[in-house]
């Protein structure tokens, strides 16, 4: 049994400590919070299972990581606090773990990374002898080896095209939806997300990494995008009312131009309410959120992942896709050389020893 260490307990976490619980390699050894609130409660409750896992939750960051676990899923935001998320996460690679996290978008495809992202992990580890492997949804498997194994079954290819479709209203982190994307804003507003050169920030490593195992060279990575107003107010049992006249809808692109045409999309569109931009793409059941990838060419292929967890939640559902892909990959980080890896690099393989196997 491979130990493995758990750090934060929000959305992530939560589904991070499940898988880990249900995957018959590994073995939950620690869990880490940042709430005081949180310190001293028992893993399982702390998951939504009905059982404790007899872990108690501890904000000791430093006698976790002295007691050298061999993996840590780092599961910690990383959007609005990137320089203490790297800061945790080297200091674990430091102390010799094979560390998964979604945290770090620019480290999704470390070869085109900054130097102030790559440059501590690959320290780190040299230091310690760990291993990173950073990957999400999308960004993650919607953009890299779904569309890449989905390619794989066409003649020919004229687009690859991912799509995330969701109504953020289901998405439990209020100070991200209404300040980062920019939803319930002023028209005049600008969110971070749209901020040029954002977009190609948080997704152009995606475009890169289906540009190199697809074996072309990119022109250039481009950006579009788009806005809708609310024509009504509307109310969400969330995050409460989000007023006309105000955002409710926005969509980009991360376009791969290779030999002058865009053949490479990342498409968002994202809504706070289905009522605001219909014309623009819903998910096939109408449902609240969706990965879909589309490949134009002969013959055209297209397929949608709708996932959901916790109590029928899309956004979980998703996060949980994240976890799986994430937890999945620790034991084969555990075996291969110590190194800073990407979604090209670490397999996604089937499930074995769970089928059958449900959590109480």
């Not at 760990?130 to 080896?145: E, Y």
């Not at 050389?337 to 089928?355: F, H, I, N, Q």
């Amino acid at each position: 049994m491979i130990p493995t260490v758990v750090w934060g307990t929000g959305n992530v976490g939560r589904a991070a400590i499940r898988a880990v619980e249900a995957h018959p390699a590994l073995e939950l050894t620690a869990v880490i919070v940042h709430n005081p609130a949180k310190v001293g409660r028992d893993a399982g409750e702390l998951a939504g299972l009905d059982r404790r896992l007899g872990v108690a939750a501890t904000d000791d960051i430093g006698a976790v990581l002295a007691a050298r676990p061999a993996a840590v899923v780092y599961a910690a935001s990383g959007d609005v606090r990137p320089d203490d998320a790297l800061a945790d996460i080297t200091r674990a690679v430091a102390a010799g773990a094979a560390v998964v996290s979604p945290a770090l978008y620019p480290l999704y495809d470390h070869r085109s990374a900054p130097p102030e992202f790559r440059d501590p992990v690959l320290a780190a580890i040299a230091q310690g002898g760990g291993s990173l492997f950073a990957s999400g949804v999308d960004p993650g498997w919607g953009n890299d080896v779904l569309p890449l194994l989905l390619s794989g079954l066409g003649t020919e290819v004229d687009v690859i095209r991912c799509q995330e479709i969701f109504d953020y209203s289901t998405y439990d982190q209020p100070d991200s939806v209404r300040y980062l994307v920019g939803m319930g804003q002023p028209m005049d507003y600008e969110p971070m997300m749209l901020m040029p050169s954002v977009p190609t920030m948080v997704w152009g490593g995606q475009i890169r990494m289906m540009a190199r195992a697809l074996g072309v060279e990119l022109d250039d990575i481009r950006e579009t995008s788009d806005r809708r107003a609310l024509d009504t107010t509307v109310t969400t049992p969330a995050m409460g009312a989000f007023e006309a006249g105000t955002q409710g809808a926005i969509r980009f692109e991360v376009q791969g131009i290779v030999a002058g045409e865009p053949r490479i999309v990342i498409e968002h569109v994202t809504r706070i309410h289905a009522s605001c931009a219909p014309d623009w793409p819903s998910p096939p059941d109408g449902g609240a959120g969706a990965h879909r990838v589309v490949i134009e060419g002969r013959p055209r292929i297209e397929v949608t992942v709708e996932a959901t967890d916790e109590g029928e939640n899309r956004s979980a559902g998703g996060n949980a896709t994240a976890v799986g892909r994430l937890v999945g990959a620790i034991d084969w980080l555990v075996e291969a050389e110590p190194g800073l890896y990407d979604a090209l690099d670490v397999p996604l393989r089937p499930a074995v020893g769970k089928l059958g196997r449900k959590q109480p």
